[in-house]
Structures are given as structure tokens and as C-alpha cells.
């Protein structure tokens, strides 16, 4: 059986309508990156985080069964395997990016956050910061904060948001407390020489 937070995290990443795909990445540059030795490096988007040691990688398991032009699935790492049940929350960290061609309407990276405070409020996420701009290294991305109590396990929630090379990456980080939350944003970085599309 799924898991909670999977179901939760499946549901942070918004999917493209079916008939349409994303642009397809010029050069040899993968847009999904990839993960080794707990680092996971994307060239394409310019960053790169530091998977705590010992995180599970559940990567390739959210990326089944998808379809394309379905949204990007790049790095799905929990803090220990989602089916295990624990008494805090499981932190983790998801990044997804899907095609701008998904949302018309979109004109700054700020109107995506209609749909996904939508999606976190029906999972029962309340918006402790609605989006504010948020700098990482030289880097800036708006990034907006949701909180949860499930029983007595607080859960706590970011994400950041960029628009990219026709894409709209969104990076998410969930923890038992803030801290921890911004413990993980510190393990993220994007390179200099990426330039912000917002």
C-alpha cells in the first residue's frame, strides 16, 4: 500500500495535460539529472543537493508508470523507506519540473502557486508563508511554507519555485520541524552561471 506521504508527494507534482510533452533539452544535458555517491547533480537546471547518507532513493519508483508529457519526476529521497512506519514525520525531499506549455496562463512563477496551494490545502497542509522570494547562493526562487499535524507528527513543508528553459521546477523538502526543513535547504546550491527566467 502506498504510503501517506507518498500519496502527498504525488500529489505536489502537478501533471502536464496528456497530450502535451515537454521540450526536449538541447544538447546531451539530461533535465532529470542524476544521483551518485548522495549527490544528486543537474547540469541542465544549473543545481545540486546533498542527499543526507543513509536517504532512501524512491526516484525510479515515482517515475513508474508515468506518461508523456507528464511532469518530470527528477529526485523523490526520503530520511527512511516511506512503508515504514515511524513517529515523526519522514523527511524528504522531491524535485519535479514540468513543461510552462502546461499552464497557459502562467506569466511569472508566481501564478503557480495558485494550483499548488490548492493541491497542499486539499491534503490538509495549512500555508504558514504564502510565497516570498527566497535566495539560494546567488539564486533567487520564491518559496512558500505549509505546515500539517497528523495526530501528534507535525509535518513541515517548503518549496521552491523556478521557471527554467521552458520549465517550471519546483524543488519541495518536507521535515518534522522547520529547522530541519532548513536544514535541507542548505544542501541545495545552483551554479553562478545560471541565470534566473522568472
Not at 495535460?17 to 537546471?45: C, M, V, W
Not at 529521497?77 to 506549455?101: I, R, W
Not at 529547522?179 to 527566467?197: C, H, M, P, T, Y
Request: net charge neutral; hydrophobic share 40%.
Amino acid at each position: 500500500m502506498v504510503s501517506r506521504i507518498i500519496l502527498l508527494f504525488l500529489s505536489l507534482i502537478p501533471l502536464a495535460p496528456a497530450q502535451e510533452t515537454p521540450p526536449k533539452p538541447q544538447g546531451k544535458a539530461d533535465p532529470l539529472g542524476s544521483l551518485a555517491e548522495n549527490l544528486y547533480r543537474n547540469p541542465f537546471f544549473g543545481f545540486s543537493f546533498k542527499v543526507p547518507v543513509s536517504w532512501v532513493d524512491r526516484t525510479d519508483a515515482m517515475r513508474e508508470g508515468s506518461e508523456p508529457g507528464k511532469s518530470l519526476v527528477m529526485l523523490c529521497v526520503f530520511q527512511h523507506p516511506p512503508e515504514v512506519t515511524a513517529e515523526s514525520a519522514n523527511s524528504a525531499a522531491v524535485f519535479a519540473a514540468e513543461s510552462t506549455a502546461s499552464y497557459p496562463k502562467l506569466k511569472t512563477t508566481l501564478d503557480y502557486f495558485g494550483p499548488l496551494q490548492e493541491v497542499t490545502k486539499a491534503k490538509g497542509f495549512q500555508v504558514a508563508n504564502p510565497p516570498y522570494p527566497f535566495t539560494v547562493g546567488t539564486k533567487e526562487l520564491l518559496r512558500a511554507d505549509f505546515t500539517r499535524q497528523v495526530g501528534s507528527v507535525p509535518f513541515f513543508q517548503s518549496t521552491l519555485v523556478t521557471v527554467e528553459k521552458g520549465y517550471i521546477v519546483s524543488l519541495t523538502f518536507l521535515g518534522s520541524d522547520n529547522d530541519e526543513v532548513e536544514g535541507l535547504i542548505e544542501k541545495l546550491s545552483f551554479s553562478a552561471r545560471k541565470a534566473s527566467s522568472q
